[in-house]
């Protein structure tokens, strides 16, 4: 037994604390017999890349499947610069803070900007760089190679089409590659009011859409949108560690999250579904709880500063994860819709 | 779709050319919506090191779950060497050959010895280590600090307990480490007269449980018998991109595996399973056939000298690997078995 | 011909811009035709060991001599730290900023805090250590294994015998390691009123006296003042390509520079004399020229605001370097006395 | 006092047990008062770098010094190679061996062919590259980027020009880089009949000059003589480490090492000066005490077989470093001359 939840308890502590959407579960039982090729020649793999290469609308997008966030991170950023470069990003960003210094382990510099609101602001990004430029000792300091964005970002929020133009003109202004970590971005997807899938291939020169939190068992899917991947990306990944044997296992997943069953594919679903209970969430805490948002965050993390009186109560019925205190008698905490949160358990909260 | 095969393709290139057995992909179903902790202290992997911990009779073993195979060797031996050593190994291992380096990426010296039919010869080791130990360089040169094997091996054969005993003895003598490969160890202990799971466990300072060429998706269980693996392996595994947020999914899988379905847990039955279908193949091509073993492999892995005018007839009903060539007109050639695998395939094989 | 200066031309660009002392060049050539061992165990570093562990009051300190500081910085940090550790320091650190991630190459995260004119506050330690260690997720971060400061400082600013001790304890609180990079330690020593070459071996686990910016041609004195360096350093230290064949090279200097004279080692006597010259150059420039400090530096390394309108008259007698720009008007300017400048050199920039 | 040797103990251990030529040492001391730029951009430097153009007929050549063999080996190895990429090797080649692991530090695979008197057999090279190129499973194995050797080899011997063109030709074929690692480069030059420094320059894409075991106190000179080194080679270099702050000292060494003194470059009349002492050696060893060499080595470093009885006699009055055993009553020993060895020593041991 799994645990001695109460039968009402609504999970919220994250989008990767229950198996896989139903129907990723159902394509892995269809295709369970049937024999494939293996080490990312499998004609699952292959048929979710032909998939996703529409839903980006780019036609030669090269695409490698992985099985965890942090292994992508690692492995395209350290494959994708040159030994002596370091990437850019925000202090809050995952590969700065949560992933047990991967990126340095493959011995690359992460540059940490200013955050706001878990973005990177172009303007600090173009001073950085011009400064560095100016700078006579540029030679003995780590060359930047790479602007890291996350999207949404680790606090929920988005990025617009507008601030991607810009950061990724900045990029070309100055030659370094821009790369978006989507380990959420069915969410941010589907939150955004004017980035797209076909836009977001337009502005990065390597992003990964993420599987793991957006409905899938494991995996990621990175894409080159303009099929210009390193020589030799299956020997890099395999030293990465990240080459799987059994391919399919990520592929035939993609195949599922990708498959429009109704008038969207599934990804695009996910995420819509996940980011309206987000916004019902928000309105039952502000309108009714009266809480007030920690963050605007628009996508399916919602962060609140809830009265600490109210903490243990909320713990009877509800999991979620303590961010950080506000004041003395105040705390922030973070609520998670996904594919796997229901209208039922809203319900739920609103009744309490 | 697939393939093009014709219905009565019989497919023995691989071990993980299909999904995962069906009690596997079952147990994946009905835990789905339980909703579970992440990276690794979820209640399926938790019950799931009870289980493995049972089969090994190490009450006290400590035991990672890990996605895929070159993974888990790069992130275990880098882990366990000290950064100025080196792992010694047969020069046929799978390190040494087909992980694009993967050791060596992380800083270490794969140091090859002979191999014997894919084993190392215990008497090459003692002979390395006593030359190392006596040359007035040595601290110029790469510290031995693990001796590396494969169970059963690349070629299919197996150590056998006395061998085991010597290498561990040998390995305590010079104060090295002896981890071993288990990518297909359901196999291995299938066909071993005398080695057992709690053998293995006694021997070994650490050894990994092959998940996905035994009926699993994906996913590799490491066991540290005696619960003395290094401080922080949370950190260092998530450090080698190794630490799957949604842990589950091979906790779920383990689950599994170890779970005794009829007289023994499936994993064994697994194994027990693709033996005798290998041997079966065996008498057949043997005794029917005429082919002569290129090795004389116990395990799930057949190597065959085919007569090079028989491969284009072969190959009409039978997927497997050509291996090397033998002479002018034989070829040496490869036949894997795996839980995939029917006694209507052979049937099939013996009909042709 | 080296350059076209015009005679009178004083140069303060930096500590490394001539030969040797002396002194040190003089032992050179005396020992020149003395044959003797090599990769450390030559008699000339053994003795020069012994003279160190005198001038530090410690008897079984452990001393190993490299080629240069960024050599010394990146084995140092990365023979002591466990391979998931980092190195907290100062944002404008040595480290941090001038070695071409020379660290992050190793594998290791720089954790940068804020400086305060150069240096690291302990309180700015203090709290980053607590919020480490009160935070859930900390196992999912850089685990912090070493504190690296520099003395003097990349600015010339000293730490007082209060604020090591302060690091010190803070240090042995959270079972970090105090490092502290000495590349300019002779100017450091004699110009701090309360740190001497005991105490400072009292202070840290282990620190380099830095032998190319004083007085030698090339090499750095690594100290473990307490004997317990990592085991196989021989072996860490040529895995990194610092092991010098000719280990005398170096030995011999740091014999020179640690032999005593007349009164004090040479080491102390070069250090006593720059920072003299350095306080007879502050008085010229603040109550002659009426420049105001940039920095309060009590160190070999001088920082000045200079008028832009002075710029380029001083240039014609003077070399030194652009710092910064201050404001529009203004400029911050390093000029660095060394064993090679002279009081003539200071009498000349009285006259113009 | 550096020994107890009585007065008339010959040294032949190695190159590298006394100082530094008199003429570079006095170089030193004629330059040392001159300021100079640092990092490289000294004006010694840039002459040394002049007149080694000269010598190597090649006026656009890229040369950069470093301090070590072992990190000027693991520095341009690591810069050259792609990631994923090895080195071929003889299994004799100081990387392979005696390097503690210094390559692999790097991430790189050192792959090592059979040694054939130290010399690497293009035989060899082509098969291997063959068998690679024809594999399968290539890209799941290390790919080969270059072809190391060593000149003179580790046992003294010389590739001779046809053996060059031929391994050149079969690197260009394959598009691997030939790298010639040239420690006692001075000794193969003068001993080799066909092969000189320009032609060196032609067949190898990057060489060193060794300095430390040629006259020089420290100091390596890498060639790229198509000057087509990797882009920011000076930060890749600080990055290693290897990077000299105060570059003079190796400047102003090779300045005196590739001045002409009489009718040749000093570096020359060294290696030649060091082989006739060595011929001569040989000529008393052999005719004189019949002693069977053991490798026929035409370069400074001689290899003997010794009858046991002799070893305890010979070492009263030279210094010299056992090898190996030969049989129960022979081992093999090497003599090695260099610029320090005098016609008088010679003139001993024919007394002796």
Redesign the interface.
Known sequence: ???Q?KETMI?LE?D?????H?AV?RH??E?????????GD???SEHARMLIRGACHTHNAQIWFL?????????II??LL???E?VLCADTAHIN??????V???????IALPSHEGKLDVADVKAWLKAYYADD?A?????PGMVYITFPTELGTLYTKVELEELRDTCKQYDLLLYVDGARLAYGLAASKDVTLPLLAQMADVFYIGG??CGA??GEAVVFPRGDAP??M???I?????????S??VG?QFEALFTTYGTEPLYMEIGRNAVALAMRLRRIFVEKKGYRPYIDSPTNQQFYVIPNEDLECLRQSI?FE?WCPVDEHHTACRFVTSW?TTEKDLDEILKD
Not at 67 to 75: E, I, V
Not at 104 to 110: A, L, R, S
Not at 238 to 244: R, V
């Open positions: 037994m799994q645990s939840d999970h994250s990767y604390n229950n198996g896989a139903e579960l892995l039982m295709t369970n017999s049937e024999p494939s090729q293996s080490y499998d004609a699952f099985a965890g966030g942090t292994q992508t991170n690692a492995t350290d494959c040159q030994p002596y370091g803070v949560h992933e047990s210094g991967a340095e382990f493959t011995g690359h510099k992460v000792t030679e003995h300091m780590v060359r793991t939190k068992l494991c020589a030799h299956l020997s890099r395999k030293q990465h560690g990240a080459l799987l044997a059994k399919r296992v035939v999991g303590v796997a």
